[in-house]
């Protein structure tokens, strides 16, 4: 388990969204996710999460939630989804899921955790039940042999910033079960949080 006294996570405002944006853009860039300069067109319809350092307060890691309506959130307009899966998508409110995204750290900072559980606490305090999301395959398999997270392929896999990435959604509330029974500690850890902020609502 992560060390997480060394870190501040927390949702990012002002400033510190300029600096999650930042990080996000440049870690993208080194890795040949994206262009140097490339329009990203999701910024302004974003919430940002960040990992800053205890000492210097240095932005380490990043991830956000987009939040647009279900049709224009990036894995469903850069993959195809089956028409089944589209149709449970549809049954969703709107105000009940968003896209998780930009998911990246600096490589020396083992914050992964910590981040997943800050965003994991937000859309749990704002009533959020689903994320969708598009998977490196690598990564993929990963998250199921690790976390037993119940990821739900909702379409075909598709080579998307460069690299073979598979589109699903997580139902939270599956998500949390499934740790509860199988992964009982890292269940406890993601769910206990006293961050006020988490608290705040999206809009």
Not at 117 to 138: A, F, M, P, Q
Not at 149 to 170: A, D
């Amino acid at each position: 388990m992560e060390t997480v006294e060394e870190y501040y996570f927390k949702k990012a405002e002002g400033d510190l969204s300029k600096e999650a944006i930042a990080l996000h853009h440049q870690r993208y860039q080194e890795v040949g996710f994206i262009k140097q300069d490339e329009n990203d067109p999701y910024i302004n319809n974003s919430t940002y999460f960040v990992v800053q350092t205890a000492d210097l307060k240095k932005v380490v890691g990043v991830t956000r939630l987009i939040f647009m309506s279900m049709n224009d959130l990036p894995t469903m307009k850069h993959f195809t989804i089956f028409d089944m899966e589209k149709l449970k998508l549809a049954g969703i409110e709107e105000n009940k899921y968003a896209e998780i995204s930009a998911f990246t750290k600096m490589p020396e900072h083992d914050v992964g955790l910590g981040l997943i559980k800050t965003v994991l606490n937000y859309s749990l305090s704002n009533g959020l039940t689903h994320w969708v999301c598009c998977i490196d395959e690598r990564v993929y398999r990963y998250m199921h042999r690790i976390f037993k997270f119940p990821f739900e392929i909702i379409g075909e896999p598709n080579v998307y910033l460069g690299s073979k990435t598979i589109p699903c959604v997580l139902n939270l509330s599956e998500c949390l079960t499934t740790l509860k029974e199988k992964r009982r500690t890292l269940y406890d850890f993601l769910i206990n949080s006293d961050e006020e902020e988490l608290e705040e609502s999206t809009s």
